[in-house]
């Protein structure tokens, strides 16, 4: 059975940093592309940022320079460190990832960012 499950959420300040973790099983992690979403508000679902098995990283335009995603394939956990966060970066975060055609998602962490 996959499990991915986030942790790491929370309620920060503008300008505050948050790391959140995604632990997973039931899968080939180390040959498996990460990724983290994000539902902001009133909005769909967007894309965050990318790990490939090889570690190459993409990341969306807004958070360019202020996240980082990272893997530890020991620990079969991908990460999302959060720096600069700002109130239009509140949302519920997941964790996906896509195998031979099935996709897999965490529950999700919430994040908020508000003084």
């Known amino acids: 059975q996959v499990q991915l499950r986030e942790s790491g959420g929370g309620l920060v300040q503008p300008g505050g940093s948050l790391r959140l973790s995604c632990v997973v099983s039931g899968i080939n992690f180390s040959g498996a592309p990460m990724n983290w979403y994000r539902q902001l508000p009133g909005k769909e679902r967007e894309s965050v940022a990318s790990?490939?098995?090889?570690?190459?990283?993409t990341y969306r335009d807004s958070v360019k320079g202020r996240f980082t995603i990272s893997r530890d394939n020991a620990k079969n956990t991908v990460y999302l460190q959060m720096n600069s966060l700002r109130p239009d970066d509140t949302g519920v975060y997941f964790c996906?990832?896509?195998?031979?055609?099935?996709?897999?998602w965490g529950p999700g962490t919430q994040v908020t960012v508000s003084s």
């Open positions: 790990i490939m098995s090889v570690g190459l990283e």
């Open positions: 996906y990832t896509r195998q031979r055609g099935d996709e897999y």
